[in-house]
T-cell receptor, first 113, second 113 residues
């Protein structure tokens, strides 16, 4: 049972435009959500997170939006840069198991010139 | 601050053997979690250690075990290796007690032949 889903395996965006990566979850006990970026043969790099008490969090070019009623979150990258090309994972955790992250399957973002 | 370090980076073992992987967390971090990444199953949580105690465990067989030392360094062990254990094993550390943001090491690529 895939509790965290990223339905788009890949996304291609032009440099300078907005990249929107989506993530859905099914477990209503999740209360913290994170986005990670991963290059091949490296560990995931933490990007940004959001608690379920918020609906938006910004950090520079990265903004995460959370819609609790729809059990949906999205990561916006503006403007997209070629160095953003990587696989992006969303992850979720619950209050009793904060250390246990449940990951989505990832979306490969390619930013083209 | 130095990041999470993992040794070795690459390992080739034969079916039936056992293997021990090592992880040193970011200085001051007391929680260490382990994850397995495979093409078929994605990133899956193995277990988490905090103050030398296993605090959370994923759905893996008992062949997978771990421990944490008083300096927060952690090891994971896989006994009686199977071909399906070939994967990237990632270690992550977090700062707070039950902190959500986890910072990953580069991983150990294990190949079982």
């Amino acid at each position: 049972d895939q509790q965290v889903k990223q339905n788009s395996p890949s996304l291609s965006v032009q440099e300078g435009r907005i990249s929107i990566l989506n993530c859905d979850y099914t477990n209503s006990m999740f209360d913290y959500f994170l986005w990670y970026k991963k290059y091949p043969a490296e560990g995931p790099t933490f990007l940004i997170s959001i608690s379920s008490i918020k609906d938006k969090n910004e950090d520079g070019r990265f903004t995460v939006f959370l819609n609790k009623s729809a059990k949906h979150l999205s990561l916006h990258i503006v403007p997209s840069q070629p160095g953003d090309s990587a696989v992006y994972f969303c992850a979720a955790s619950g209050s009793g198991t904060a250390s246990k992250l449940t990951f989505g399957t990832g979306t490969r973002l390619q930013v083209t010139l | 601050k130095a990041g999470v370090t993992q040794t070795p980076r690459y390992l080739i073992k034969t079916r039936g053997q056992q293997v021990t992987l090592s992880c040193s967390p970011i200085s001051g971090h007391r929680s260490v979690s382990w994850y397995q990444q495979t093409p078929g199953q994605g990133l899956q949580f193995l277990f988490e250690y905090f103050s030398e105690t296993q605090r959370n465990k994923g759905n893996f067989p008992g062949r997978f075990s771990g421990r944490q030392f008083s300096n927060s360094r952690s090891e994971m062990n896989v006994s009686t290796l199977e071909l399906g254990d070939s994967a990237l094993y990632l270690c992550a550390s977090s700062a707070m007690d039950g902190g959500h943001e986890q910072y990953f090491g580069p991983g150990t690529r294990l190949t079982v032949t």
